[in-house]
């Protein structure tokens, strides 16, 4: 995890000399900065700037990773003659997303074998032609631990492709997709040779009767994701397999009866921790007391259970959808909701998960005078990537400005930050600014990638402020580094130009203050006022000394946070400490405008909106009394300000 680190630029070459021009600054700075830019926008900027620049990138040991996906022909053709052919053997990461790019003869992919320290390839949209060739390379990659192969078209044998990638000696992740037209002689099971590969995606269709076989090859997989399984029939597996470091698994499931999904889970997935599953078109997969049997006797570890079923149900079944309403469901904190439409005799739901499922389709209409959607304030927005809207008066009376932009397909999304190979999992907080999701590095840590998308425009937030923020997220994050039992920590970022995203990396939390509340409460009967009762004053103080040493690190730092709130104090273990500086400010920056105004109603001090007077560390002295107030009487205080707090000028963070 070191080079997701921030480290502090080498400057003790620069003690004895002021420097003036860019060009001044030493070897070793650049190499930092080098790292966070693309090779070939390098080469452009600074190959002919000076004999200096021209003799670092053409003699030094400066990686190079490849990206062509956007580039031109001519400047490919370039950046191939003189970058790629000179120097294979600096070359650690390749991506090319771009299909009409495998046709030139000048692609890098006609010469994979040459990159002998190749780290990650990725080969998107790639035509099944080309795939012999590369696969033939590829085996000769000894360093390879990343690999992301999507094909346009249909492969003849996938599972001899699958065979090869096992074989590969460093590879940790692997995302594939080889579409069969016709089903494929199956898999012979492992005997000897075994794969390494920590975490595995498969996008094409994985039959259910060589389930056994696959899994043979793959013993230290931790995270199994299966897009297309199914099964024609009843099948027996009669060969389990033992995988001990499997935690998350996530299948979307063709023609597979629940039978067969018993008997999956019970053979190979009894470990699982984290379970995503979706079914269409399977009316028994919506039955409490089978799920409530099937979790109890053969998923004892599960702890996340998402669920997405699209089915026909009669009438008369539709009393079993109230029954995940139990103790058993309740207790676990894992709830449901469904939507849909009646028919004659039929009912026609989409039963899902919420909090934190991610809703996939939101439905509008307007039926006998009447409008009816989901109800908004139950239903997680933030991923709906299908909206059904039924009727001109649907669209008058619908809340689709509360539907924001999808992100969903940032799910699996594998992201490179300084050298390391970061993969998103799920999304675990929502905000104007973007997202945070949990996240895996290719040596297996877990952390936090906060993902601000530069591209996306809503209500009054646009571009230019989350930049902004993202900025001051990195900024703030340095001053606090030292702040490691107060304030999250920040590994590192970097910007993905090509999709307009900022990434933030950070040390991954359990639950915020807010979750752990509301958790606590749920595990108490009574009354809302009574249940805060236990809540004991030894507990409050413990969290009031934490919040405490937090505002006198802030202050230490000259740091005015602007919106300490329940949802931005995070437990990692039992410390409590900050998160989200999105709108922090410098004390002594004499900053000034719309970055004055902003914060979370009514945890943050009323001078934060108003604007009428400079805003101090002495803020953090109201959040935290707010907070107290919170966590004695389990509502947050109420006040009111000397006018409106216009919505145009509060700029909510996480």
């Avoid at 003799?55 to 190079?64: A, E």
């Avoid at 090869?164 to 460093?170: E, V, Y």
């Avoid at 005799?345 to 989409?350: A, D, K, L, Q, V």
């Avoid at 992201?415 to 600014?433: A, C, P």
Wanted: proline share 3%.
């Amino acid at each position: 995890m070191e080079s997701l680190q921030i480290k502090r630029l080498n400057t003790n070459c620069l003690s004895k000399q002021s420097i003036t021009h860019f060009e001044d600054l030493s070897n070793e700075i650049f190499y930092e900065i080098f790292g966070y830019l693309d090779y070939f926008h390098v080469y452009q900027s600074f190959f002919n700037l000076n004999i200096r620049f021209r003799n670092f990138l053409t003699c030094s040991n400066v990686l190079i990773k490849i990206n062509i996906s956007s580039i031109s022909k001519s400047n490919l053709e370039h950046y191939y003659t003189n970058t790629i052919i000179p120097y294979p053997h600096r070359i650690i990461s390749l991506c090319i997303t771009n299909k009409f790019c495998y046709d030139l003869h000048i692609s890098p992919h006609h010469i994979l074998s040459r990159f002998i320290r190749l780290e990650t390839l990725i080969l998107e949209n790639i035509d099944t032609k080309y795939l012999s060739n590369i696969f033939r390379d590829i085996s000769t990659l000894s360093n390879l631990s990343t690999l992301v192969i999507i094909c346009l078209g249909y492969v003849r044998d996938a599972n001899q492709y699958l065979l090869q990638i096992f074989r590969l000696p460093a590879l940790k992740y692997c995302k594939v997709s080889l579409q069969e037209r016709y089903q494929s002689n199956p898999l012979p099971f492992a005997t000897s040779e075994y794969s390494p590969i920590e975490y595995l995606v498969i996008k094409h269709k994985v039959y259910l009767q060589n389930i056994d076989r696959l899994l043979s090859y793959i013993p230290q997989i931790r995270r199994l994701s299966l897009d297309n399984l199914l099964a024609n029939n009843e099948y027996e597996l009669n060969h389990p397999i033992m995988l001990d470091h499997l935690t998350h698994l996530f299948l979307k499931l063709d023609r597979l009866s629940s039978n067969n999904f018993k008997l999956l889970i019970k053979t190979f997935f009894s470990t699982i921790e984290v379970l995503h599953l979706s079914v269409y078109g399977k009316e028994e997969y919506i039955n409490a007391n089978q799920w409530q049997e099937l979790i109890s006797s053969s998923m004892p570890f599960l702890r996340v259970f998402n669920i997405y079923v699209r089915s026909s149900i009669s009438l008369l079944s539709m009393s079993q959808l109230n029954e995940f309403k139990s103790s058993f469901w309740h207790d676990r904190q894992w709830f449901f909701t469904h939507q849909g439409y009646l028919g004659r005799s039929f009912y026609i739901p989409t039963f899902y998960s919420v909090n934190p499922y991610r809703q996939k389709e939101y439905i509008i209409r307007w039926d006998n005078k009447q409008f009816t959607d989901l109800t908004y304030t139950k239903t997680d927005h933030t991923s709906v990537n299908h909206v059904y809207i039924t009727g001109e008066r649907s669209i008058y009376h619908s809340r689709l400005n509360r539907i924001p932009s999808d992100e969903g397909w940032l799910q699996n999304q594998t992201f490179h930050v300084k050298g390391q190979s970061v993969t998103l999992y799920d999304r675990i907080g929502n905000g104007k600014f973007g997202s945070v999701w949990s996240a895996g590095t290719r040596d297996g840590q877990q952390v936090a990638v906060k993902i601000y998308d530069f591209g996306r425009s809503k209500d009054h937030i646009n571009s230019t402020q989350r930049l902004d923020s993202f900025k001051t997220e990195i900024r703030m994050g340095y001053k606090m580094r030292h702040e490691v039992n107060n304030a999250v920590t920040v590994f590192g970022f970097d910007l993905d130009r090509q999709r307009h995203l900022g990434l933030l990396i950070m040390e991954l939390g359990e639950e915020s203050l807010t979750e752990r509340v509301k958790n606590l409460h749920t595990m108490h009967s009574g009354s809302e006022a009574e249940g805060y009762d236990y809540i004991t004053a030894t507990a409050r103080k413990n969290i009031w000394i934490q919040l405490v040493n937090i505002a006198v690190a802030l202050k230490r730092n000259n740091i005015v946070h602007r919106d300490m709130k329940p949802a931005n104090l995070v437990y990692f273990g039992s410390t409590l400490k900050i998160v989200d500086f999105g709108i922090a400010l410098d004390e002594y920056s004499g900053q000034d405008g719309h970055r004055r105004l902003g914060g979370t109603h009514p945890f943050t001090a009323p001078e934060c909106f108003s604007g009428a007077v400079p805003v101090t560390p002495r803020a953090e002295v109201w959040s935290v009394g707010a907070i107290l107030y919170y966590l004695t009487y389990g509502q947050a205080p109420i006040y009111e300000t000397a006018q409106p707090i216009p919505d145009d000028q509060i700029i909510i963070g996480f």
